[in-house]
């Protein structure tokens, strides 16, 4: 069975997560159909919205930065995961908010490649 538990930023913070979909719903929009409180960060880019998530032990976040589209949060996932992974963990965020699939505005491939040298 999955769980999808909601964990402290350090429980996340030694993976390398990056943007892997968007949802098309604004944080206060999320927030009151889910029932939930995102937390208001800072880092080295701008201020932030996030949720930082365990799912059956895969770390997640879900994020909207001050600078991005008002209607948008971020799916962040491992970099490493494998693209049938990755699709499975974003079904299991969806489900877990009861939300359909169609809430998913765009998608990245996954696994990134980080500093291919074959091209250079």
């Given at each position: 069975?999955?769980?999808?538990?909601?964990?402290?930023?350090?429980?996340?913070?030694?993976?390398?997560?990056?943007?892997?979909?968007?949802?098309?719903?604004?944080?206060?929009?999320f927030s009151e159909a889910c029932g939930i409180t995102f937390r208001h960060e800072k880092d080295d880019l701008d201020e932030y919205f996030a949720l930082y998530l365990d799912i059956s032990g895969?770390?997640?976040?879900?994020?909207?930065?001050?600078?991005?589209?008002?209607?948008?949060?971020?799916?962040?996932?491992?970099?490493?995961?494998?693209?049938?992974?990755?699709?499975?963990?974003?079904?299991?965020?969806?489900?877990?908010?009861?939300?359909?699939?169609?809430?998913?505005?765009?998608?990245?491939?996954?696994?990134?490649?980080?500093?291919?040298?074959?091209?250079?």
């Amino acid at each position: 069975m999955t769980t999808v538990t909601h964990v402290e930023p350090a429980k996340v913070s030694k993976s390398h997560l990056v943007p892997v979909a968007m949802i098309d719903m604004s944080v206060p929009e999320f927030s009151e159909a889910c029932g939930i409180t995102f937390r208001h960060e800072k880092d080295d880019l701008d201020e932030y919205f996030a949720l930082y998530l365990d799912i059956s032990g895969t770390p997640a976040a879900l994020k909207r930065y001050n600078g991005e589209p008002p209607k948008g949060i971020t799916i962040y996932l491992e970099s490493t995961l494998a693209e049938k992974a990755a699709d499975r963990i974003i079904g299991k965020i969806l489900k877990h908010y009861n939300l359909t699939k169609d809430r998913i505005s765009w998608r990245e491939s996954l696994p990134v490649t980080v500093g291919d040298s074959s091209s250079a």
